[in-house]
């Protein structure tokens, strides 16, 4: 159970989807962290599933990559694009 309620700790973190459980537990904070791969697994069968009617209907190359960078930030709320712009510094 800690580990479930570890991966919707991840998800209310690191994704800006609305996660159904917002409650966070600091003793719980090291299954939030081994749940971090899962959280990456999730956002990728979203996005493959964005992409797949994409590439099945031969969408133009551009159009595609456009919309799935977008979705893609969309769920993570910008926070790559905000530790790349801090780097940029």
Partial sequence: MKYIRGFLMAWGMFCWIPCPYSKWNEEERRAQLTMLHLLGAFMGAVCCLIWWPLAITAANPLITGALLSGIYLLMT???????????SD
């Fill in 77 to 87: 709320g910008f926070i790559h694009l905000d530790g790349f712009m801090d780097c």
